[in-house]
């Protein structure tokens, strides 16, 4: 009798026990809308499964990216992977880079982001959306992001991406970097063969090209991509200027300039006139795409390009089976007429900005999912793949596999083909890029390249925009609208030869009464406290 008394009692404990637990759970399920949506429980203590996964339930995210060439595999393996390590579906949204910023600002002003979306380092209407409330304030949720908390605090270029003292995207950042440039690139063979010495100013460069256009009348002797812009930005600052706001060293010791109101941005202008009025420019440079230069290139149809000079590498690749000989080269950066020899290096974060959207239901999983691709694991995984199929470890180093390196090696441009057919990597959804895979699968040339890349060689790195407050968001955004589209509207008409240079003059001044010198204020007042902030 006493025993069945005493089992009872147990029974009714273990009942009482089951209850409160229950009505627990009960409680911390209801409190999704409370204290932890507003991202004030520390991270990890968000309650990650037995199984390991980073996340207690499967979700799915929507990611608008920059599309690539060759394009992007949306179901690609690494993608899956992911999932099985961190209960996140990963449904890629690639879009040309082309149409990319007037598709971004459509979603913004149509408040129809997706959940997660890549915006362009620099970019005005991201510093408008961000100060207008549209992406999630990633400082408010740093207690799910020790990474980025971490990084933030060793990397003070982070904190330019910010809007008002707060983050508003997770940094696309270089844990790794093959050190790469916006440069010069020639078929050197071609110079041997014709016995032209190798041009070390832009001169030199114009009467080359000119004697390869003799030598080889049926070839283009100088591409490009993206038109006048993408020139203007890369050569325009070899020749002493930029395109619209850019930061020059060699003005005041460093400022920021708006390039075409200044009187050297005319010597580009005139230079990229002078090439296209003879013929040397391609004639489809205001409308041809990457994929439209690269076949140009690839092909033997073009001679000259100015842009990434990692591009000659699958170039080579490609032209060798049909000329042993040929070979795109790295010149040194060319002295232009003020007696500047400089060129502009990639820097070593990119800095482009992965957003959330404000509106997303769940914004400590997404907080935790991104933070989770700067960690030790997310970074391997998003960079090299799956271990035992795609990479081995070989003394605690990632080594991408024989098999992969084999699969990909008669492919136009391996590294980027592999890229895009695991899932890894810059060109597809990564937000701590190692690049030892492409030293790895590209040609000793690029890795020689890289060492020429230096300071000491006359490279310039990259430097990102400063911070803004809300009044000089807003003035940029009527300012620059107002400025940029002059610019747009009246630059290739110069190449062409459609407006004459004599009018360069009044189109420069129109373009500081448009607000240009404003536009210069506002950065460099910017810069200068942000400096003062960030010794």
């Known amino acids: 009798m ?138 408010d949720y740093l207690d799910y992001a020790p990474n980025i908390k971490r990084l933030m605090k060793e990397n003070k270029e982070i904190g330019k991406g910010e809007v008002n003292g707060k983050l508003y995207g997770f940094p696309l950042l270089g844990q790794w970097k093959l050190q790469l440039a916006q440069a010069p690139m020639i078929r050197m063979d071609l110079l041997k063969e014709q016995n032209l010495e190798v041009p070390k100013t832009f001169d030199d460069l114009y009467k080359v090209l000119k004697k390869l256009k003799e030598a080889y009348p049926d070839k283009i002797p100088f591409t490009n991509r993206e038109g006048a812009a993408n020139l203007l930005t890369s050569m325009g600052f070899g020749m002493g200027s930029g395109f619209k706001i850019y930061y020059d060293p060699n003005v005041e010791g460093g400022k920021y300039v708006y390039g075409p109101s200044r009187p050297e941005f005319k010597a580009p202008l005139e230079y990229l006139n ?112 799956i271990e035992g199929e795609h990479f081995k470890l070989e003394g605690g180093k990632p080594v991408i596999m024989d098999s992969i390196m084999k699969q990909f090696a008669n492919a136009k441009d391996p590294f980027r083909n592999m890229q895009n057919a695991l899932g890894i990597g810059f060109q597809t959804f990564t937000l701590n890029v190692d690049e030892h895979p492409m030293a790895t699968m590209s040609s000793p040339d690029l890795v020689r390249w890289s060492e020429m890349i230096t300071t000491k060689n006359g490279y310039v790195s990259e430097v990102a925009p400063p911070p803004f407050t809300d009044s000089e968001i807003d003035k940029l955004k009527t300012i620059l609208s107002k400025v940029d589209t002059i610019v747009n509207q009246e630059i290739d008409k110069f190449v062409m030869g459609a407006r004459p240079m004599s009018e360069f003059d009044s189109f420069a001044q129109k373009l500081k009464d448009s607000g240009a010198s404003e536009i210069e204020k506002i950065y460099n007042e910017a810069n200068d406290r942000y400096k003062k902030s960030n010794p």
């Open 2 to 139: 006493q025993s069945n008394k005493l089992q009872s009692k147990k029974k009714i404990m273990l009942m009482s026990c089951l209850c409160i637990t229950l009505l627990g759970a009960a409680a911390c399920s209801s409190n999704q809308g409370g204290k932890q949506a507003n991202g004030n429980t520390p991270a990890g203590t968000g309650g990650e499964k037995a199984g390991g996964k980073l996340l207690a339930e499967p979700i799915t995210f929507k990611v608008m990216t920059v599309d690539s060439s060759p394009q992007i595999v949306k179901d690609a393996p690494v993608f899956k992977h992911i999932f099985d390590k961190t209960n996140v579906k990963i449904e890629l949204e690639p879009v040309p880079s082309a149409n990319y910023d007037q598709k971004a600002q459509t979603l913004i002003a149509t408040n129809n982001l997706p959940d997660i979306t890549r915006i362009p380092n620099g970019k005005p209407y991201f510093n408008e959306a961000a100060k207008n409330g549209m992406f999630l304030p990633i400082s």
């Open 274 to 385: 002078k090439l296209y009025k003879e013929k040397l420019l391609d004639p489809d440079y205001a409308v041809n795409t990457v994929d439209n230069m690269k076949e140009k290139l690839s092909s033997g149809r073009a001679l000259f390009y100015y842009d990434n000079n990692s591009f000659g590498d699958q170039f080579n690749a490609s032209l060798k089976p049909v000329s042993p000989k040929a070979q795109f080269e790295l010149l040194l950066p060319l002295k232009n007429d003020l007696g500047q020899t400089r060129n502009i290096m990639y820097k070593k974060d990119w800095l482009h900005h992965f957003t959330i959207n404000a509106k997303i239901k769940n914004p400590q999983a997404a907080v935790k999912f991104l933070d989770w691709m700067y960690s030790d694991e997310g970074t391997l995984i998003t960079n090299y793949g």
